[in-house]
C-alpha cells in the first residue's frame, strides 16, 4: 500500500491512473487547481477506498512555485509518509498565440516544464535522502521532436525529459525510480479541441491503467500505449533536412 | 472502467440502430459542476448516456448530443442505510461491481445492465419486479437537474416535487440530469432463487402468473410467439438467502463479432430458436443461480443487437390496462401470428398497482408485452399499425423508451399528463422521439 502525492490530479489523466491506485489499495494525496472538480474527484475516491486508505487533497495553483515544498510536506504529513509523487499538471499551448508572444509562450513553458521540474527536484531531494521512492512525471511525444504544429509544448516537455534523463541518472545509486510517461493522442478535455477518432486515440482510462503498471515496476521511460514507441522512433529516424520540410 | 458494452462508437446511435440520424454535434461531460456546453448554431440540447433505449429518445439529429459517461464518479455512500449518490454517467454495471459483494443490490434494474443512471431516471425504467418495487424512480430521493438557464434545480419526493415528477420519465427533456440519490436493496449474495414453468397456452400463463406474483419479487414471462395458442415459460426470482457454501461462478462474455448484410433474424431462424428455448430444461423446483443469467440474459452476448444486421430492429412495448389484459394480449399476438411476423424476445409481465410518480411514466397497472421485429420497412410498419389499433382500442399505452414510429395521436393517448409536463420542458431540450410526437 503506497502512499502517493498527485499533483494537477484533476487532468483526465491523473484522475484515472488515481482511481487505478485507489483500486489497488494506494492511499492518496491530491493537489488541483479547481477546488469544484477536485472535490468531485476526492468524494468519488473516498466512496471506493477501503476503510484504511487515506484520500486527501489540496487546492493550489502549481505555477506558484513557492507553494511546492509545502505542498509536498503537507501530503508527507497527511499520508504519513511518501513513496511516489505522480506530476501531471500541464497545459495544452495555442501554438499560434505563442508564436505571437513571448509571454505567452514563456507562461506555457512555465506551466508545463518550470513547475514540474521545480517539483520533481523537490521530491528527488526527499526520496534521495529516504532512499526510496518514485517519481512519475507525465511527459509527451511531442517532446521527442519539435514540430511546427506544437513545438512550445513540445520544448517544455523535451526539457521535462532530458531532466528526468538526468534526475533518474543521479538517483538510481539511491534506489530512486524516475518514470517519464509518454502518452499519445488521449481522449481528454485539453485535446477537446480535436477531432478524437481513429485508432490513434486512447482513453484516459486505459493511460491510467499504463502509468499504475509503469510506477509498479519502476520504469525509464515508457510510451502509452506502446506503438507510440515505434511511430516515434520512425519519426525520429527521419532526417532533419527532410523533416524540416514536412507539415507536423 | 468503462469498456464493456461501450462500443466506442463515435457517432451516437440508439440499441435497434435506427433511426440513423447524425447530431450536429457532440460534447462531451466531464464534471458535473461545468455548465452546459454552449449551443453554437445547434438549436436543441439532448443528453446521450449509454444508447440503450430503442428508437429515438436518446437521439438528437440536427442539434447538440451532451455525452453523459464522462460523470461517472461516486459522491457519497451510506454503507448501513443503503443510500447512493452518483453523477448521472455511472451504469447500473458498474453500481452492481461495486455493491454487490458490499450486500446491496440496485432496487429496480431493467432487462440489461449497461443503462446509465440518468437513463434510468429519464426513462423511469421498471423491471421484472415491478410488481412489488414499482418503477425505478420510486427509489430515487433526490436529483439534480441543470437547466439551460444555468440555474441548477434539486428535486425529490420531498422537494420540489412538480420538477421531479416532470423529470422523472420525463426523456431528458427538463434539463441534464446531473447526479442521482437512490435508496438500495440489500442482499445477501450474488445469487438468486429462481423457478422456470412452461406454460402452453395463455390461460395457464395467466393462472401460473397470478401465483407467481404472490411468492415471488421477479417474475416476467417469455413467451413463443409464432405458436398459436401462446406457450411460453414463466420465470420467477427472489435473490437468494445467505448461503454457507456458494457455487463458483465465472460470467461469461461473448461478443457478436459482425454486421450481418441482412438481418439473421427470419421465419426460419425464429421458428427453430422458439421451438428449442421452449424446451430449454428447467430445473425442478427453486434453484440456485447467479443474478446475471436471470436478470440479464442478453447482456451475456456484447453486441447482440448487431444480429439484426444494417437496416437495425424494433422493439414494440405496450401496456394494457387489468380489465383488458386477456382479451388484448391474446389479439396482439393473434396479429402478429397472422402476419407471420415474429419475434425472438416476447415478454409478458403483469406490473404492480404502485402508481408511477413521473408525469410521462409508462408503467401502470395492467399488462406489458414487449416484442422485437427486423425492420422490414413498410411490411414492419404495416403490423405496427393494426397492433397500434388493438393498444388503443383497449386504452393501452405504447413506450416511448422502445419507440421509433409512434403518432403524435398515440403518443397523446399513451400519456394524458402531456399537457401538466410541457411547462417543464426545457426551452434549449429536444430530441428526434419529442420533434417526431409533437408534430401536428
Known amino acids: ?248 | 472502467m468503462a469498456g464493456r458494452g461501450d462500443g466506442g462508437r463515435v457517432t451516437p446511435l440508439s440499441w435497434n440502430r435506427y433511426p440513423r440520424v447524425k447530431p450536429l454535434r457532440v460534447a462531451k461531460l466531464d464534471f458535473r459542476h461545468d455548465p452546459l456546453p454552449p449551443l453554437n448554431g445547434a438549436p436543441s440540447r439532448l443528453a446521450y448516456g449509454q444508447g440503450r433505449s430503442y428508437g429515438d429518445v436518446c437521439l438528437n439529429a440536427g442539434g447538440l448530443s451532451l455525452l453523459t459517461r464522462g460523470l461517472d464518479r461516486f459522491i457519497a455512500f451510506d454503507r448501513a442505510a443503503g443510500r447512493l449518490s452518483a453523477e448521472a454517467g455511472v451504469t447500473l454495471d458498474e453500481l452492481l461491481t461495486f455493491l454487490v459483494p458490499q450486500g446491496w443490490f440496485v432496487p429496480v434494474t431493467p432487462g440489461t445492465r449497461f443503462v446509465t443512471l440518468g437513463g434510468a431516471v429519464a426513462n423511469d425504467v421498471h423491471g421484472k419486479n415491478h410488481h412489488r418495487a414499482g418503477s425505478f424512480g420510486h427509489h430515487v430521493s433526490e436529483l439534480e437537474l441543470l437547466r439551460s438557464d444555468g440555474e441548477r434545480i434539486v428535486c425529490g419526493p420531498e422537494r420540489n416535487r412538480e420538477w421531479f415528477e416532470a423529470t422523472v420519465g420525463g426523456l431528458g427533456l427538463t434539463g441534464l440530469i446531473t447526479r442521482v440519490t437512490i435508496d438500495l436493496s440489500r442482499i445477501a449474495n450474488a445469487f438468486m432463487i429462481t423457478e422456470g414453468k412452461r406454460f402452453r397456452s395463455l390461460d395457464e400463463f395467466w393462472a401460473l402468473n397470478t401465483e407467481a406474483e404472490r411468492d415471488w419479487p421477479y417474475t416476467a414471462a417469455w413467451i413463443d410467439c409464432l405458436s398459436a395458442h401462446g406457450r411460453g415459460l414463466q420465470l420467477a426470482a427472489r435473490h437468494a438467502p445467505a448461503h454457507t457454501a456458494l457455487p463458483l461462478h465465472r460470467p461469461r462474455v461473448r461478443k457478436f463479432p459482425l454486421d450481418p448484410p441482412i438481418s439473421l433474424v427470419n421465419a426460419l431462424s425464429l421458428k427453430a430458436f422458439n421451438a428449442l428455448y421452449y424446451r430449454k430444461p428447467l430445473p425442478r423446483g427453486p434453484a440456485l443461480s447467479p443474478y446475471e443469467p436471470y436478470l440479464y440474459p442478453l447482456d451475456a452476448v456484447l453486441d447482440w443487437n448487431r444480429i439484426y444486421g444494417r437496416s437495425g430492429f424494433f422493439q414494440y412495448q405496450c401496456v394494457l390496462p387489468p380489465e383488458a389484459s386477456r382479451a388484448g394480449v391474446a389479439q396482439l399476438l393473434n396479429g402478429i401470428s397472422r402476419q407471420g411476423a415474429g419475434s425472438f424476445l416476447a415478454v409478458l409481465k403483469t406490473f404492480g398497482d404502485a402508481p408511477s410518480l413521473g408525469l410521462l411514466s409508462f408503467p401502470r397497472p395492467g399488462a406489458t408485452l414487449a416484442l422485437d421485429f427486423p425492420n422490414q420497412g413498410a411490411r414492419t410498419e404495416r403490423l405496427f399499425v393494426e397492433l397500434d389499433a388493438i393498444v388503443a382500442d383497449h386504452s393501452g399505452a405504447l413506450y416511448p423508451a422502445k419507440d421509433a414510429r409512434m403518432s403524435p395521436e398515440m403518443f397523446k393517448r399513451s400519456f394524458p399528463n402531456l399537457p401538466r409536463f410541457l411547462p417543464y420542458v426545457d426551452p434549449e431540450f429536444s430530441s428526434s422521439f419529442w420533434r417526431r410526437v409533437r408534430e401536428r
Request: glycine share 10%; charged share 20%.
Open chain 1, 1 to 248: 500500500m503506497a502512499k502517493i502525492a498527485i499533483f494537477g490530479a484533476t487532468s483526465a489523466i491523473a484522475a484515472a491512473a488515481a482511481r487505478e491506485f485507489c483500486a489497488r489499495g494506494d492511499s492518496l494525496f491530491l493537489i488541483g487547481r479547481n477546488g469544484q472538480k477536485l472535490q468531485a474527484i476526492v468524494e468519488d475516491l473516498s466512496v471506493r477506498k477501503g476503510a484504511d486508505q487515506i484520500v486527501a487533497s489540496a487546492t493550489a495553483d502549481l505555477c506558484v512555485r513557492a507553494l511546492h515544498a509545502g505542498l509536498l510536506a503537507q501530503a508527507r504529513e497527511k499520508l504519513g509518509g511518501l513513496d511516489v509523487v505522480l506530476i501531471a499538471q500541464g497545459s495544452l499551448p495555442d501554438q499560434k498565440a505563442c508564436e505571437a508572444s513571448v509571454e505567452a509562450t514563456l507562461a506555457e513553458i512555465d506551466t508545463n516544464a518550470l513547475s514540474v521540474i521545480s517539483l520533481a527536484t523537490l521530491a528527488g531531494n526527499d526520496f534521495e535522502r529516504q532512499r526510496q521512492g518514485a517519481i512519475v512525471v507525465i511527459g509527451s511525444v511531442a517532446g521527442d521532436r519539435g514540430r511546427q504544429s506544437n513545438y512550445v509544448y513540445g520544448a517544455a516537455k523535451g526539457m521535462v525529459a532530458i531532466f528526468c534523463q538526468g534526475l533518474r541518472n543521479r538517483l538510481a545509486k539511491s534506489g530512486v525510480t524516475v518514470t517519464l510517461i509518454k502518452p499519445g493522442f488521449v481522449d481528454t478535455p485539453m485535446t477537446a479541441a480535436f477531432d478524437h477518432k481513429g485508432f490513434l486515440w486512447a482513453q484516459p482510462g486505459a493511460i491510467g491503467k499504463l502509468i499504475v503498471r509503469a510506477t509498479a515496476r519502476g520504469a525509464d521511460e515508457v510510451y502509452t500505449p506502446a506503438f507510440w514507441g515505434l511511430i516515434m522512433r520512425v519519426i525520429m529516424a527521419i532526417p532533419e533536412r527532410v523533416f524540416k520540410r514536412l507539415k507536423l
